[in-house]
């Protein structure tokens, strides 16, 4: 975290009331993001708003928090199978640990359809030339679903976040993951991306 904010710094952006930073974070079991949010909130404070970003099918932490069972509620309860090219994220229960330390402090939790993380993940290569796997596509969606969505600007309401401050802020796709998947996969994502956007 001390590293994102010297990142940060650098481009002369500073974290504030004024300038609220958002950041999506690709959940799986929780274990890892747990310790991302964890770090985030020890550097940044109340600036940081963390989102939880899940596989459609695969929406453990979720439901976990939902249902306030955490670990004790799987994805096949609710008839969903689990099945997601987002390998990382692809995990039918959650940390329970995570669940219950961080649920009051989770600003949003959002889904997104392997077609969507397809499309974010081909988007990102043409305009950036930067290459992930659809697990770590998954926060690209973020920005969209907190302007477009209900939850997202009942969040913002609740939480004092005006439209002064959000012209300001600053988002985060916080996307690990890509550098190591083979080549001939990755073209086989970067097709498929392909095909969706030209539907």
């Not at 500073?14 to 310790?35: M, T």
């Not at 994805?75 to 090219?85: I, K, P, Q, S, Y």
């Not at 994220?89 to 329970?96: D, I, Q």
Request: glycine share 14%; charged share 20%.
């Amino acid at each position: 975290m001390v590293r994102l904010r010297r990142q940060l710094r650098d481009l002369r952006i500073e974290a504030s009331e004024k300038r609220p930073l958002f950041v999506y974070l690709p959940c799986g079991v929780g274990g890892g993001l747990g310790g991302i949010f964890f770090g985030l909130k020890a550097v940044f404070g109340d600036n940081v708003h963390c989102f939880f970003a899940e596989p459609t099918r695969s929406p453990c932490m979720l439901l976990g928090l939902l249902t306030r069972l955490y670990d004790k509620v799987s994805v096949a309860d609710f008839g969903l199978d689990n099945a997601t090219e987002a390998d990382g994220l692809a995990v039918g229960r959650p940390s329970s640990f995570v669940g219950k330390t961080l649920e009051g402090l989770i600003a949003v939790v959002y889904t997104a359809s392997d077609g969507i993380l397809h499309v974010c993940l081909g988007a990102l290569a043409e305009t950036e030339n930067i290459f992930v796997e659809p697990s770590a596509a998954a926060g690209i969606p973020g920005p969209f679903r907190l302007f477009s969505s209900l939850g997202g600007r009942q969040f913002l309401e609740a939480a004092g976040i005006g439209p002064e401050q959000m012209e300001n802020a600053v988002h985060i796709a916080w996307s690990t993951g890509g550098g190591m998947v083979p080549k001939e996969i990755m073209n086989g994502c970067l097709a498929k991306a392909a095909g969706l956007l030209a539907r």
